[in-house]
């Protein structure tokens, strides 16, 4: 149930931590294989394409990617967070067969234009998570 919930997120909170021990939290599109995990630099407008999420990863892998779902019927809230280690993987033959995944899950959004990267590519280590109902 948590992998099926994670994959089928449209966006997720993915947390990093830099140099000087700040967490620092963005919300991401990605997409999952198996488990692996990763999100891109894409096409939104941006001040710089140079993340600070691309630098703390550089600095310290370990990453964290909250997905969640919040309504008014508190019955029905759930949250997963899948932990893992974090590379960045920059542009070229290994890149594109990374955002194939993520072209795809985003294609309405990315058209034929897949992303650009760089990458983060998560290899998830641990998932956890709770859900007001019997089943996580």
């Given at each position: 149930m948590m992998r099926?919930?994670?994959a089928q997120a449209r966006v997720g909170r993915l947390a990093t931590v830099g140099v000087h021990n700040r967490p620092h939290l963005?919300?991401?599109c990605f997409a999952t294989t198996g488990d692996r995990l990763v999100t891109a630099v894409d096409n939104k407008p941006k001040?710089?394409?140079l993340l600070k999420r691309l630098h703390n990863v550089q600095a310290n892998p370990a990453v964290s990617?909250?997905?969640d779902h919040f309504e008014e019927d508190w019955a029905l809230l759930w949250w997963v967070r899948v932990d893992g280690r974090a590379r960045v993987v920059e542009p070229g033959a290994e890149l594109d067969t990374l955002l194939e995944p993520l072209h795809e899950k985003y294609r309405e959004h990315y058209g034929?234009?897949?992303p650009r990267g760089?990458?983060?590519v998560v290899d998830l280590q641990r998932w956890v998570g709770?859900?007001?109902s019997a089943s996580t």
């Open positions: 099926r919930r994670v963005v919300p991401v001040t710089t394409t990617l909250l997905v034929l234009r897949a760089p990458a983060i709770w859900s007001a």
